[in-house]
């Protein structure tokens, strides 16, 4: 177990030049701030905020700031449990640039006209809650979350929109909709009827598993347009059997077969689930980069959420909270490298 003696080393590996600011919710805890408004507006840009993991759910904010905000992780195995719990985000102008990393959120909320770009969505549980995009959000990074569904608002007869978001390696259980011109890489699809992909167009999805789900239809009506597939998996009897070749849909590499995770029983995400390949899955190592389709693949996936830029903070105590003028802050934090 490492052993850090200033709050500076809980962030060092950051290698930014930025102002940590901590915050915890519980009754008699120690930190800069109480609430998650609180220390956004003590924040400038590019400071770092550490949400402490807590029992009690944290109050609704707005974020108009670039800033990094960093949870202890979703199913943390360090920090005694505690999860840093978020109700409802607000991503406003201003917040252009802004990670979210390690935390259970019930939704994530954006105005419908604003511009907000280069946002990092990273390691969060929102499954059964909601993403929410505006019409001019461009380049967001949404990886390895356990998430609902993806909505964007934005006229569905407007094609001009570039968004270029790159959404990886994430078990997304709900509905995709209205999201163009952007990539899906080694994810789990698991929404299991009619209606996964609602006006999906001029995407690319790479290294993917369709499990269970009614896309058979989707291509049909056709929801997914445009669009092209290599080496994904797909299972189950509304799934297709073979890429169907039209409005705009093409494709090769593709897998109609059986993943054969190594232990996943429906289509609800579970913790005790295991998304990893066996070694005899037609998955292994036949992804595009020669990595395994599905979210162990690419980059990988962390199913405690926890920061990987970060150690793991396991203990955290301030041993003189008031400090004379002049005087030395002592502080004691305890964690291990994950």
Known sequence: MYRFLVL???????????????VNNREGATADHSTMAGALDAAENGDVIYVSGSPILYDDFTIRKKVVLIGTGHNPSGAGG??????????DMGSSGTEIIGFSINLIDIGIVSEIEDVKISRNYLINNTLYLSSLAKRWFIEENIIGNIFKFIDPT??????????????????VNNIFFSDFINNVFTYPVV???ESVRNCQF??????????????????????????????????????????????????????????VQENSFRYTFDYSLQPSSPGVNAGTDGTDIGIFGGIGFSI????DDLPVVTRFDILNPMVPQNGSLRVRIEGRAN
């Open 82 to 91: 505690l999860v840093s719990q978020l109700n409802k985000v607000v991503l």
């Open 158 to 175: 407007d094609l001009s929109l570039e968004q270029k978001h790159v959404i990886r390696n994430n078990i997304i259980t709900g509905v």
């Open 8 to 22: 500076g080393c809980l962030l060092a590996v950051w290698q930014v030049e930025a102002k940590v600011i901590t």
């Open 206 to 263: 790479l290294n993917n598993i369709f499990f269970q789900n009614d896309l058979s239809a989707d291509f049909d009506l056709p929801r997914i347009t445009f669009s092209s597939f290599l080496n994904n998996i797909f299972y189950g009897p509304s799934n297709p059997n073979s890429l169907p070749m039209e409005h705009g849909i093409e494709g090769e590499g593709n897998i109609f077969a059986n993943p054969q995770f190594v232990n």
């Open 304 to 307: 405690t959420g926890e920061p």
């Open 195 to 197: 209606g996964a992909f």
